[in-house]
């Protein structure tokens, strides 16, 4: 089963989010991503850009927002 969609923080312990995302990227890609970090820069945004990543969100985000949010990205992905 592939998802329709990884929610997935740049910064993981014992690893790195973007090696994640790379192998995402690779291995499932027709699946979304989204990239959320506490520590939002250009260098990190335009790499998640390069492997397919459309919504890059920064920390903190209130879980009602981030419901919203998701339920928006997989109504169109449904819609599509």
Do not use: C
Request: proline share 5%.
């Amino acid at each position: 089963h592939t998802p329709d969609l990884v929610l997935l923080d740049i910064k993981i312990r014992g690893g790195s989010g973007m090696s994640v995302l790379q192998h995402l990227h690779e291995y499932l890609p027709v699946t979304e991503v989204v990239v959320i970090t506490g520590y939002p820069s250009a260098e990190t945004r335009s790499a998640a850009q390069q492997y397919g990543v459309k919504e890059y969100w920064t920390k903190p985000i209130e879980l009602d927002e981030l419901e919203k949010r998701v339920n928006e990205l997989l109504k169109i992905r449904i819609d599509s």
